[in-house]
């Protein structure tokens, strides 16, 4: 299977946890959507927002408490239905249930002041995105994107090397030679935007906190991954179990998970 087959495999995967996603997903930090709208500019009153692959509405819901007019983009069917249930007490927020890629909004072009996406953008394929967002995009308006990802400092949870041994054993272990993540060692796709020539005056700002999770809240959690959900049932539960084993022995039961983020914002030259 190639790499972009795989990508759309693995990115439909999410609709199987739908109702599960809204609760097990962390929220992302004040700092970051204070960093975003400083960044971008925009206005409740004065701009409208588009975002790709919503989920559930996770990212979408701090946003819409402020007022935003925000069109949801959101690929599968149950998560759709899940966002526009959570979104349901802002009438400013439509959610639409379709690709990114392909997706036109009755708007038409160049009506947003921001495209962004939180922990989706890398599902978006590659050869499509910059330029779709670029089209969407009044001149001026900005694309930000971020993500959650599990991150390792020096003073995080030795569990998650400790579990290693586990995912070695069930087939899924990290490749030889892998390093811990740290939010310091993100990648920048500066670089990236920069070469699609359609943005500017990219800003990349880190951000990290720390989630403490019980054994089965962190079981929920994983249980939002793709690779995790794709997992054989005798994966999950050798995994799962020998998570709860090893949690019990804790005299809090509790695991600190540390999340990092990388807030891309770029202008439309």
Not at 61 to 77: D, M, Q, S, Y
Not at 180 to 192: C, H, I, N, R
Request: net charge negative; with cysteine; proline share 6%.
């Amino acid at each position: 299977m190639d790499h972009a087959s795989q990508r759309e495999r693995l990115r439909q995967t999410f609709d199987s946890v739908a109702v599960a996603y809204q609760g097990a997903r962390p929220e992302y930090p004040e700092a970051l959507y204070a960093e975003l709208l400083s960044l971008t500019g925009v206005r409740p009153g004065a701009d409208v927002l588009c975002e790709v692959g919503a989920a559930s509405g996770k990212a979408t819901l701090p946003l819409a408490r402020l007022g935003f007019t925000i069109t949801c983009v959101e690929l599968g069917a149950a998560l759709a239905a899940e966002a526009g249930r959570n979104l349901a007490a802002f009438p400013k927020v439509t959610v639409v249930n379709a690709d990114f890629e392909t997706w036109q909004p009755a708007s038409g072009p160049e009506s947003f002041g921001l495209v962004f996406a939180a922990t989706a953008w890398h599902w978006i394929d590659p050869s499509v995105k910059y330029r779709k967002a670029a089209s969407l995009l009044r001149p001026g308006g900005h694309l930000a994107f971020w993500e959650a990802v599990h991150v390792i400092p020096a003073d995080g949870d030795p569990f998650f090397h400790e579990i290693q041994d586990v995912y070695d054993e069930i087939g899924e272990g990290v490749p030889p030679g892998s390093m811990s993540p740290t939010t310091e060692t993100l990648p920048s796709f500066a670089a990236e935007i920069a070469a699609t020539g359609l943005f500017s005056d990219t800003v990349v700002r880190r951000f990290q906190w720390e989630i403490r999770y019980t054994a089965e809240s962190y079981i929920r959690l994983l249980e939002t991954f793709s690779g995790h959900i794709a997992m054989a049932p005798w994966q999950q539960d050798r995994l799962y179990g020998e998570i709860r084993r090893r949690l019990a022995l804790r005299p809090d039961g509790l695991v600190r998970r540390h999340w990092g983020g990388a807030l891309h914002v770029a202008r439309k030259s």
